[in-house]
């Protein structure tokens, strides 16, 4: 009898890809949401949807960029200089979006400020070079972090949105509520980030205990 295929992505010289390289990052460990990492830029530059798309444009380039020169450099790169070999990766990459940042848009890199250049010291992006992209061959490497590229980049969006709307009554720069609307000047400031963040975070909590209620449920059941 033959073989049923894997539902996962095919496994075969690309070094054992599978679905759940690129949905880890996504949902089960969100760099923003799961991990908490990149705050600094997720709580600074998510006044508008433009803004936190763009900042998470850059950081999945320079995430999948920097894991793949990692992952085939892994085997030459000696261990005692690891981590600033690593840096050095990630800088040259920073400094290309940097500069494709400004010849694209010279208001947004100025609406963006000094966040691009700090991508450098992302947790995110060091993190995922030390911890997969050293250890796995370049596809998988560049697979997981565009999964998690991708996961900042929703959180900063679903930051961004939420801020845009509440605090300008528009999304993408699109007025949604009239000349009427009465803008929550506090969203765009620095605390509307913790406000929005904090109800995400609630939010994805309660989820969370949704959905293990049935289960904690139906243990119960089984033992009476």
Not at 18 to 36: A, C, K, T
Not at 49 to 66: I, P, Q, R, Y
Request: aromatic share 8%.
């Amino acid at each position: 009898m033959s073989e049923q295929p894997n539902p996962k992505l095919a496994v075969d010289a690309t070094g054992g890809v599978s679905l759940e390289d690129f949905m880890e990052g996504i949902w089960r460990q969100n760099p923003l949401f799961v991990m908490m990492l990149g705050m600094c830029p997720a709580l600074a530059v998510t006044v508008s949807a433009v803004n936190a798309l763009s900042m998470g444009v850059a950081t999945l380039l320079v995430l999948v960029c920097s894991s793949l020169l990692v992952s085939l450099l892994r085997k030459l790169i000696p261990k005692e200089v690891r981590i600033a070999t690593y840096i050095v990766i990630i800088a040259t990459f920073v400094t290309v979006v940097d500069y494709a940042i400004q010849a694209i848009s010279l208001s947004l890199y100025e609406a963006l400020g000094a966040f691009i250049q700090l991508i450098v010291v992302n947790c995110i992006i060091l993190g995922r070079a030390e911890a997969h992209a050293s250890k796995n061959p370049p596809m998988r490497a560049m697979v997981n972090a565009a999964g998690m590229g991708l996961g900042f980049m929703i959180g900063l969006f679903a930051l961004g949105s939420v801020r845009e709307i509440l605090g300008a009554g528009s999304l993408f720069g699109i007025s949604l509520f009239g000349p009427d609307f009465q803008p929550w000047v506090v969203m765009v400031l620095p605390p509307g980030g913790f406000f929005v963040l904090g109800s995400w975070l609630l939010l994805f909590a309660w989820w969370e205990k949704r959905k293990r209620q049935p289960a904690a449920l139906k243990t119960t059941s089984v033992k009476a």
